[in-house]
């Protein structure tokens, strides 16, 4: 299959700006190119893929960023600014993909979505939030009803937010296993990853070490300075160490020392990339059990579910994390999220998307 992947447009891929995606976007051209497909990516320029996804052919685009749609309201008008770099990524996606099987979108984008129903080009979208804007959610239904099988969700309880596809495409995600080293430190400190932003819930892991009188090791783009600083403020002095933004391999190396990962999502999670890591590294995760964690983290084998906003679940939790053997969380990664396995269920996808238009 030759495939056109057209990347998110926040942030180039290894600025960390586009979240998750970035990683996905990497895993799923690893696995696709070991499936022997070729793969063509679109991406803010500056972009970097992963050394070893050097066959797939980078084009870069120039423009103006799209605003995060998490960070607007849900009934928010859909804006496209002057230059705009989604347009331009669709743009050349579209000139590509007329010699491709399929172009494939990674943006979470009103754009992308409308073009599916006024070009011949067989469009599939991989959604990555949970509904976050009623104009796009109203439009992914529109093109539903025309094309039921374009959309792909990370997880079962994402795609609950679009409760009008009947029988949604789960094809959870893939983590390229060498990247990650098994450490057995059973004696490390505490971790917490992800965007520093309101609904990453920063502050009920930051309240959980602080109980225990101990440092949380953050890791992550700090998005929002005014909600970091006021989490920062409210705890006492030193309680964060900020650890800031790492590359792949730099994260796993300091993360796998840990002894625990906190995941506290105050939205529906699509998935949770940061888990995976974790567990990849033999780190245990204690998480609210709401959107993606609650479908990745095997309670009691894997690591613990707290009821959602339940602060001191986390904290009775975390004292017990030492029976959670962390070989059990590398072999639940090495069994159902590598990069072949992730790059499987999306071919069986692209595939049936391909057929409707036959
Ligand atoms: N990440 C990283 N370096 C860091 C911290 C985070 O590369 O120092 C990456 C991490 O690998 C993950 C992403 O940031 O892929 C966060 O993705 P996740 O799915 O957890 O949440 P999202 O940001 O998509 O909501």
Redesign the pocket.
């Known amino acids: 299959m030759r495939i056109v992947l057209i990347s998110t447009p926040i942030g180039f891929l290894g600025s960390?700006k586009?979240?998750?995606?970035?990683?996905?976007l990497n895993s799923l051209v690893t696995g696709l190119l070991s499936l022997g497909h070729s793969v063509e990516v679109i991406a803010p320029k500056n972009s970097k893929l992963y050394k070893s996804n050097e066959k797939a052919k980078l084009y870069f685009v120039e423009g103006e960023e799209q605003i995060s749609w998490?960070h607007q309201n849900y009934n928010s008008l859909v804006s496209i600014p002057d230059n705009s770099l989604l347009a331009g990524m669709l743009e050349k996606g579209l000139e590509i993909a007329k010699k491709a099987d399929i172009l494939l979108n990674m943006s979470y984008d009103w754009l992308p979505i409308w073009m599916t129903l006024n070009v011949e080009i067989p469009i599939a979208h991989i959604i990555?939030?949970g509904s976050e804007s009623s104009a796009i959610s109203n439009l992914i239904s529109k093109v539903y009803d025309k094309y039921p099988y374009n959309f792909a969700f990370h997880s079962k309880i994402q795609a609950d937010d679009y409760s009008f596809i009947k029988k949604p495409t789960i094809i959870g995600?893939g983590f390229k296993l060498d990247n990650y080293t098994f450490q057995d430190s059973i004696k490390g400190p505490i971790a917490w990853?992800?965007?520093v932003a309101p609904?990453?819930g920063l502050e009920d892991a930051v309240y959980v070490a602080s109980k225990l009188g101990e440092k949380l090791n953050v890791?992550?783009?700090i998005e929002d300075e005014d909600y970091a600083s006021r989490i920062e403020q409210s705890f006492p002095k030193g309680t964060i160490e900020w650890?800031?933004?790492?590359?792949?391999y730099?994260?796993q190396k300091e993360l796998g020392k840990c002894r625990a990962l906190l995941?506290t999502p105050k939205w529906n999670?699509?998935?949770?990339?940061?888990?995976v890591?974790a567990l990849a590294c033999g780190v245990p995760v204690v998480a609210y059990r709401r959107g993606?964690p609650s479908e990745i983290i095997q309670h009691g084998e894997t690591g613990y579910l707290a009821d959602p906003d339940n602060k001191e679940a986390l904290l009775s939790y975390l004292r017990i994390i030492n029976v959670i053997k962390r070989k059990n969380c590398r072999e639940w990664v090495e069994k159902n999220a590598s990069t072949d396995i992730f790059a499987n269920k999306v071919v069986n996808w692209l595939n049936k998307v391909i057929n409707e238009y036959k």
Not at 243 to 248: A, D, E, I, R, Y
Not at 269 to 275: D, K, L
């Open positions: 960390g586009g979240g998750g995606v970035e990683l996905t998490q990555s939030m995600n990853v992800g965007r609904e990453k890791w992550g783009v650890m800031g933004f790492l590359s792949t730099e994260l995941n999670e699509a998935y949770g990339n940061v888990i890591e993606g």
